[in-house]
């Protein structure tokens, strides 16, 4: 569903030959009917953020917490008791265990505990990082500039943090966070004191390493 929104842009705003979602969504939401509509995105709509609808619920989807055993099945993988360590490395995301798995048959013949040793903890990307670039081609200006800030920061960001080194305004600030979240990028997690805001861990190596974009 992403693809009816503009690249480059904050999230969920439409492309021009796409306005009249607008206008389905809306009829969708506030109209009596027995249907179901199921659509999936790596956008959330500005409309369900504005639509005042309990007819609208949304579903983010969590990393793999125990079907993961099927995927590193599936490929054969060995040192099974290394499994849910690589399950966390890579987030349980379903299509990054997918690659990653591939990458060990293919180097390491399957061996999972020889692939971690070799790592020594770093994210190996190899063809994940196809999968990054898409999301992140499709980031305003603004947003890869705080998600480069983030990336580079070596504790958690809180609610309030000191953004002039990233010279935006706060309310530019503000969109690009909101946005990022939007597109699920961002979480905010509670802590004792305020919010903050943890950046996907492949999503931060990915950054490090490619500074520029």
């Known amino acids: 569903m992403q ?6 842009e904050l999230a ?3 492309l021009t030959d796409c306005q009249d979602y607008h ?5 969708i939401a506030t109209t009596s009917h027995h249907s179901c509509l199921i659509l999936i995105s790596w956008e959330l709509p500005r409309d369900f953020v504005t639509l005042k609808s309990d007819k609208i619920k949304t579903l983010y989807l969590q990393g793999l917490t125990t079907e993961f055993e099927e995927i590193f099945k599936e490929y054969g993988l060995k040192s099974e008791e290394k499994w849910t360590e690589l399950r966390e490395l890579y987030q349980g995301h379903p299509n990054w265990l997918n690659i990653i798995s591939s990458t060990i048959i293919e180097l390491f013949d399957g061996e999972v505990s020889l692939f971690l040793e070799q790592m020594k903890n ?3 990307l190899g063809d994940i990082e196809n999968s ?3 999301h992140l081609q499709r980031l305003s200006a603004t947003e890869k500039k705080v998600m480069h800030w983030l990336a580079n920061q070596t504790e958690a960001v809180e609610k309030f943090p000191k953004t002039a080194n990233l010279d935006l305004s706060q309310s530019e600030f503000w969109a690009a966070i909101q946005s990022l979240m939007r597109r699920c990028l961002l979480d905010k997690l509670p802590s004792e004191t305020s919010s903050y805001f943890p950046i996907n861990p492949v999503f931060k190596s990915y950054l490090q390493r490619n500074p520029n974009d």
């Open 132 to 134: 990054i670039e898409c």
């Open 3 to 8: 693809d009816i929104f503009k690249l480059g």
């Open 12 to 14: 969920g705003k439409y």
């Open 23 to 27: 206008k389905f969504f809306h009829q």
């Open 122 to 124: 770093e994210i190996y």
